[in-house]
């Protein structure tokens, strides 16, 4: 089967100078001091951009923000994922309608489920309307520097779960029927059964929706920048928000790309232990 | 049937009609709000259901408001960018599938590797070149990012490799140009992954957010998430309810492509897409 690959070169010269291309510039930013208004004093400064994050207060509280919005989220969408795709899984008619109701939301604009969410948050929002009808105080969800990023979490949570509970249920139906079916006949109960049989089956599966969702999560943005835009008193500063902060308002943009490299490196570290801990098995395909 | 095994068989049934009503339950709101009049939200219970309904929101749309601008601009990126991220995907899927050339194992591994790639990493020198080539503030520059997608290559890529050459070798000995078995043969026998494609590719290029927010900077040039996000920021008073009717407008297509296709999306979730 010899012939010529003419048809790779379209998509191939696309993905080099609208992919390949900026990722390798990036690579060369990071190293520099560059700022696009001041093009005479752009210069090669090594590390600098990278000492500085390490050593910059607002990079860290960045970084922290990201770590407390991941580890919040992570638990509550997995443990909702795993329950949704259980009950989708065991019920027979109607199965259709509940998945497409679950899955739904994943397929909607951030943008457009930020400002839904915004309208039910505010002031004179639905949320705090029923507060008000039930006697109770209303509560500032966004302005208080307490709260907002729990609110933040919480649509996200909404926003998210139905998704990876679609990856998990398709990983319960690779399960063999009859195994289900004997495991019944032999009279354990369906707690056992998911403890013995689904679980173990599952683990690969849910250890990559685990490493998948803290990549994505690790991305956080639309919401803040809809929503908050990094405040009040900073409490919502994401990684991305402030990298789009140095770059778009500050016009750093050396010190941002190299922001942009330290989130590429913690994400090809996740990829490195999920390699490690299902020993091979690249990401790009679950199940 | 005993009492306890048919509590065992409902309770599943009560627990995701409460999960199917949380999550519908916003957008209905949205919908809801959207289609009455005035700016403000319904506050109380009462006023929640009792309102009366109103086109008004939409009419003001349509009637030259910036956001009828931003729906156009929407179609057009999306109209232009998903026919040919199809033919692309298409073309080189077909080319990683069948032949061999030089470099085809390193581009099959950046390609995979691009699918988990954070993509804020190449937004700045994006940015930088569309301003080097002159082509901020236009359509070029909404488009161009999105035919680097490789999700749409990699999924056909796989899907020719499980699809038999047989009919692509008779129509070659049947002396058919490339060219032709392309146009006349392949692309009519992908119907079903070019779907997939199609409509993965659609819903990333009609949400996407964060390159068009940057590779634009006036109000006529933003897409409609970025321009409902940033009339949401005014100095004024929101007025929500012309914000959720464009929250709606935008919602509409993707209701629309999830009523068709929604088997055809998780198709493309579950292969990876790298949404």
């Not at chain 1, 500085?52 to 580890?71: C, D, E, G, K, N």
């Not at chain 1, 990298?243 to 050396?254: D, I, K, S, V």
Request: glycine residues 8%; aromatic residues 12%.
């Amino acid at each position: 089967m010899r012939r010529p690959a003419t048809g790779i070169l379209p998509w191939a010269v696309c993905f080099g100078l609208f992919g390949l291309l900026p990722l390798a510039a990036a690579f060369a930013l990071s190293f520099q001091d560059y700022n696009p208004l001041r093009p005479d004093l752009v210069r090669w400064i090594g590390l600098g951009n990278y000492g500085r994050a390490l050593s910059s207060p607002s990079f860290w509280h960045a970084l922290r923000t990201t770590a407390i919005f991941v580890a919040g989220t992570l638990p509550v969408t997995m443990a909702l994922a795993y329950l949704v795709s259980g009950w989708l899984a065991r019920i027979g008619r109607g199965e259709g309608f509940f998945r497409a109701a679950v899955f739904f939301p994943a397929t909607l604009s951030m943008v457009v489920i930020s400002l839904v969410f915004k309208s039910l948050y505010a002031e004179e929002g639905l949320w705090n309307a029923w507060l008000a009808a039930a006697g109770l105080a209303r509560v500032h969800w966004l302005q208080d520097p307490g709260l907002a990023l729990p609110s933040i979490m919480l649509m996200d949570v909404w926003a998210s779960a139905g998704y990876y509970a679609i990856l998990l249920l398709a990983a319960r139906k690779t399960l063999p029927r009859e195994q289900l079916e004997a495991a019944r006949l032999e009279g354990l109960s369906a707690w056992t059964v998911e403890r013995r049989i689904v679980l173990p089956h599952l683990r690969p599966v849910l250890l990559f929706v685990v490493l998948l969702n803290t990549i994505r999560s690790f991305q956080i943005f639309i919401e803040v920048f809809v929503l908050t835009r990094g405040g009040p008193l900073e409490s919502t500063l994401t990684l991305v928000y402030h990298l789009y902060e140095r770059a778009f308002y500050h016009f750093e943009m050396g010190y941002a790309s190299a922001i942009a490299y330290l989130l590429l490196a913690f994400v090809g570290l996740v990829l490195l232990i999920q390699r490690r801990l299902l020993g091979g098995s690249a990401a790009g395909t679950p199940a | 049937m005993s009492r306890a095994a048919s509590a065992a068989r409902a309770w599943p049934y009560a627990a995701l009609s409460a999960v199917a009503l949380l999550s519908l339950a916003p957008l209905l709101y949205m919908a809801r709000v959207s289609l009455s009049p005035g700016g403000d939200l319904p506050v109380a219970p009462a006023d929640w259901f009792g309102r009366p309904f109103s086109l008004e929101h939409y009419r003001d749309l349509w009637n030259g408001g910036p956001m009828a601008r931003f729906t156009l601009n929407s179609l057009i990126v999306t109209c232009v960018a998903v026919p040919i991220q199809i033919l692309l995907a298409a073309a080189a899927g077909h080319a990683l599938a069948r032949s061999r050339f030089l470099g085809k194992g390193a581009l099959l591994a950046l390609a995979t590797a691009f699918l988990v790639l954070p993509r804020q990493v190449t937004l700045i020198p994006l940015y930088l070149l569309m301003s080097r080539l002159g082509l901020l503030d236009t359509y070029a520059a909404l488009i161009l990012p999105h035919l680097a997608e490789p999700f749409g290559v990699l999924f056909m890529a796989h899907y020719y490799q499980t699809m038999s050459p047989e009919l692509e070798e008779a129509a070659r000995t049947d002396g058919l140009s490339g060219r032709a078995i392309f146009w006349r043969i392949l692309l009519p026998l992908s119907g079903p992954g070019l779907a997939v494609v199609g409509v993965n590719g659609f819903l990333t290029t009609w949400n996407s957010f964060l390159h068009p927010l940057v590779l634009t900077t006036s109000e006529s040039m933003r897409t409609l998430p970025v321009g409902l996000a940033l009339f949401a920021q005014s100095e004024f008073a929101v007025d929500w309810g012309a914000l959720l009717a464009g929250s709606s407008v935008a919602t509409i297509p993707v209701v629309l492509a999830f009523a068709f296709f929604q088997r055809q999306i998780v198709e493309g979730v579950l292969q990876g897409s790298g949404r």
